[in-house]
């Protein structure tokens, strides 16, 4: 009875977990559909949602490549002793039997097989040189991670160890973690570990040494990049609020762009040792073996399609919403209406799906603001500008007042009136154009808003002029007159500005020739001479009698 009445409570449980988990997908959303036909006042009509493909094991659609390309194991072949027993020297590799060969695509074949299928490096014949490894992962795609990446390990944990990511199909990398035995040691970083994140440094790299202790049991052979730790940060332990989790997805590019990528590195620097030395008697113990590379991820498709083919060893979305490319980025030759945007996770459960519409549906959808009923797709840029914009207009969105007019501030964008023309003076102002406020820049002794006002000292004449002379502080010399405030005109006998030089003095001669108007100077006669050398000391006393004497 007792037993009867488990196996009932069992099997109720189990549909209350069942129950439990096929709501929790239409309480959160799975995006897993981008349109379903609806009823509406215009009758059937088609009813679109973000949408994105399911998680799946990303690791049968990639390309691995090692650097060195040489660094597998069996070519010569070797014989490998135990890393935990030194005289279990049984282990061979050969790369022309099947049977001993361990070439990279072990690290992807199924698990479960016994004896255990595995890549494995060549061993650590040359140390101290480093021992040295680059495995890239490859999908000429852009790949979501949605789990832990997990590798592993049949030959004891690295003791050193860099995980990177591209996002540019191997063009650039950045490292997503570091591992180590001791992280400042190995790279001068604080160990820590993914439960000393929060929400406002889960984009921090951080160095772990939870992963790289040597072989003792099998848990030990695995190290992990914790994706869903870091997203329980944000929809809590069980990840039930995904709300949480795809709003900070949707409005946070760096957060989705972390979990985003085009490629994974792998690199190797120490491999295990189990020991603080290492036994360079016995240097066969020392490799690098992985037996397992789990990912886990779907493709990016921007929530524009809920699949994802692998066709001539290529994945790319099957792209809903009129969208179209590798990852659904861009809009249809014949729906270019408005500018191709990205799927939104938001509202929940269903998302915005953003379509793309048709070219020709009229102006609103040109988002032009009225200004325009004609739009162009410029598939360099993938973006729609408008073409001829009116009243005054430019932009690509007519958003923006075209030269020699600024933006009315009481009008709307979609006003007739929402331009106002500079009207700025063309004597007085550099140019026709003015700032956002409508003043214009004017030239020098200039002012006012358009520019027709002189500041003291200028007088207007086609713009502002210098003021020369005024008969009050400006005083024309020498009998000159003051003419408009702008120029003295002089006598014959003076020039410049002001009058206030002899017109003798650029003539040749100066003012001492016979044409210059003045008496020349005349040398004293030698009677004259004869008189001041008799009389000098009586002439110093009394200097006023030179000129009589002269």
């Given at each position: 009875?007792?037993?009867?009445?488990?196996?009932?409570?069992?099997?109720l449980?189990?549909?209350?977990?069942?129950?439990?988990?096929?709501?929790?997908?239409?309480?959160?959303?799975?995006?897993?559909?981008?349109?379903?036909?609806?009823?509406?006042?215009e009758?059937?009509?088609?009813?679109?949602?973000?949408?994105?493909p399911?998680a799946?094991?990303?690791t049968?659609?990639?390309?691995?490549?090692l650097?060195?390309?040489?660094?597998?194991?069996?070519?010569?072949p070797?014989t490998?002793?135990a890393?935990?027993?030194?005289?279990?020297?049984?282990?061979e590799?050969?790369a022309?039997?099947?049977?001993?060969?361990?070439?990279?695509?072990?690290m992807f074949?199924?698990?479960g097989?016994?004896?255990?299928t595995f890549?494995?490096s060549?061993?650590?014949?040359?140390?101290?040189?480093?021992?040295?490894?680059?495995?890239?992962?490859?999908?000429?795609?852009?790949?979501?991670?949605?789990?832990?990446?997990?590798?592993?390990?049949?030959?004891?944990?690295?003791?050193?160890?860099?995980l990177e990511?591209?996002?540019?199909?191997?063009?650039?990398w950045?490292?997503?973690?570091?591992?180590?035995?001791?992280?400042?040691?190995?790279?001068?970083?604080?160990?820590?570990?993914?439960?000393?994140l929060?929400?406002?440094?889960?984009?921090?790299?951080?160095?772990?040494?939870?992963?790289?202790?040597?072989?003792v049991?099998?848990?030990?052979?695995?190290v992990?990049?914790?994706?869903?730790?870091?997203?329980a940060?944000?929809?809590?332990?069980?990840?039930?609020?995904?709300?949480?989790?795809?709003?900070?997805?949707?409005?946070?590019?760096?957060?989705?762009?972390?979990f985003?990528?085009?490629?994974?590195?792998?690199?190797?620097?120490?491999?295990?040792?189990?020991?603080?030395?290492?036994?360079?008697?016995?240097?066969?113990?020392?490799?690098?073996?992985?037996?397992d590379?789990?990912v886990?991820?779907?493709?990016?498709?921007?929530?524009h399609?809920?699949s994802?083919?692998?066709?001539k060893?290529?994945?790319?979305?099957?792209?809903?919403?009129?969208?179209?490319?590798?990852?659904?980025?861009?809009?249809?030759?014949?729906?270019?209406?408005?500018?191709?945007?990205?799927?939104?996770?938001?509202?929940?459960?269903?998302?915005?799906?953003?379509t793309?519409?048709?070219s020709?549906?009229g102006?609103?959808?040109?988002?032009?603001?009225g200004?325009?009923?004609?739009?162009?797709?410029?598939?360099?840029?993938?973006?729609?500008?408008?073409v001829?914009?009116?009243h005054?207009?430019r932009?690509q969105?007519c958003?923006?007042?075209?030269?020699?007019?600024?933006r009315?501030?009481?009008a709307?964008?979609?006003?007739?009136?929402?331009?106002?023309?500079?009207?700025?003076?063309?004597?007085?102002s550099?140019?026709?154009?003015?700032?956002?406020t409508?003043?214009?820049i004017c030239k020098?002794?200039?002012?006012?808003?358009?520019?027709?006002?002189?500041?003291?000292?200028?007088?207007?004449?086609?713009g502002?002029?210098?003021?020369?002379?005024?008969?009050?502080?400006?005083?024309c010399?020498?009998?000159?007159?003051?003419?408009?405030?702008?120029?003295?005109s002089?006598t014959?006998d003076y020039?410049g500005?002001?009058?206030?030089?002899?017109?003798?003095?650029?003539?040749?001669g100066?003012c001492?020739?016979p044409?210059?108007?003045?008496?020349?100077?005349?040398?004293p006669?030698?009677?004259?001479?004869l008189?001041?050398?008799?009389?000098?000391p009586?002439?110093?006393?009394?200097?006023?009698?030179w000129?009589?004497?002269?």
């Amino acid at each position: 009875m007792r037993f009867h009445l488990a196996l009932t409570l069992q099997a109720l449980w189990a549909g209350v977990c069942q129950a439990a988990m096929q709501h929790y997908p239409a309480a959160w959303g799975h995006y897993d559909v981008c349109k379903s036909q609806v009823y509406s006042d215009e009758g059937l009509t088609w009813d679109y949602m973000a949408c994105q493909p399911e998680a799946a094991d990303m690791t049968q659609y990639l390309k691995v490549t090692l650097d060195p390309p040489n660094i597998t194991c069996g070519d010569p072949p070797e014989t490998y002793c135990a890393l935990e027993n030194p005289y279990m020297c049984n282990n061979e590799c050969d790369a022309t039997t099947d049977e001993l060969a361990h070439p990279p695509e072990l690290m992807f074949d199924t698990e479960g097989r016994n004896p255990t299928t595995f890549w494995q490096s060549t061993s650590w014949k040359k140390y101290p040189k480093a021992l040295l490894v680059n495995i890239t992962l490859s999908w000429n795609k852009t790949i979501e991670l949605t789990d832990d990446i997990v590798l592993t390990f049949e030959s004891g944990r690295p003791e050193q160890m860099v995980l990177e990511k591209s996002l540019d199909y191997g063009r650039s990398w950045q490292p997503y973690q570091f591992y180590a035995t001791d992280c400042l040691d190995a790279f001068t970083m604080e160990p820590k570990t993914v439960q000393d994140l929060t929400q406002h440094t889960l984009l921090d790299i951080i160095c772990t040494e939870d992963y790289s202790r040597g072989y003792v049991w099998k848990n030990d052979k695995t190290v992990r990049f914790e994706i869903k730790d870091r997203f329980a940060l944000f929809a809590g332990p069980r990840l039930h609020n995904m709300a949480s989790l795809y709003g900070q997805l949707d409005t946070t590019k760096n957060l989705r762009d972390f979990f985003t990528i085009t490629d994974l590195r792998i690199r190797l620097l120490r491999p295990a040792t189990g020991a603080t030395m290492v036994d360079e008697n016995n240097l066969s113990r020392y490799f690098y073996a992985i037996s397992d590379i789990k990912v886990q991820g779907r493709c990016k498709c921007n929530l524009h399609a809920n699949s994802c083919v692998y066709d001539k060893e290529k994945l790319s979305c099957e792209c809903e919403h009129n969208t179209t490319g590798p990852d659904c980025g861009r809009c249809k030759k014949s729906y270019q209406g408005r500018a191709w945007s990205a799927g939104s996770y938001l509202p929940i459960p269903k998302g915005t799906a953003n379509t793309c519409i048709p070219s020709n549906i009229g102006p609103v959808n040109c988002e032009c603001f009225g200004h325009s009923n004609r739009c162009s797709y410029i598939e360099l840029l993938n973006t729609v500008i408008c073409v001829s914009c009116k009243h005054n207009t430019r932009g690509q969105h007519c958003q923006l007042c075209k030269l020699g007019y600024y933006r009315n501030a009481s009008a709307e964008l979609d006003d007739e009136n929402v331009c106002i023309e500079c009207n700025c003076n063309p004597f007085g102002s550099v140019s026709d154009r003015c700032n956002g406020t409508g003043f214009c820049i004017c030239k020098e002794g200039t002012t006012g808003p358009k520019c027709q006002q002189c500041l003291p000292g200028y007088l207007w004449d086609d713009g502002c002029k210098s003021r020369v002379c005024d008969n009050e502080l400006l005083r024309c010399q020498n009998g000159g007159v003051c003419v408009n405030n702008v120029r003295c005109s002089c006598t014959s006998d003076y020039s410049g500005l002001l009058c206030e030089n002899h017109r003798c003095e650029s003539e040749l001669g100066g003012c001492g020739g016979p044409d210059s108007g003045q008496a020349p100077l005349t040398p004293p006669s030698l009677p004259g001479l004869l008189l001041l050398l008799l009389l000098g000391p009586a002439l110093l006393r009394d200097a006023s009698c030179w000129p009589a004497l002269l």
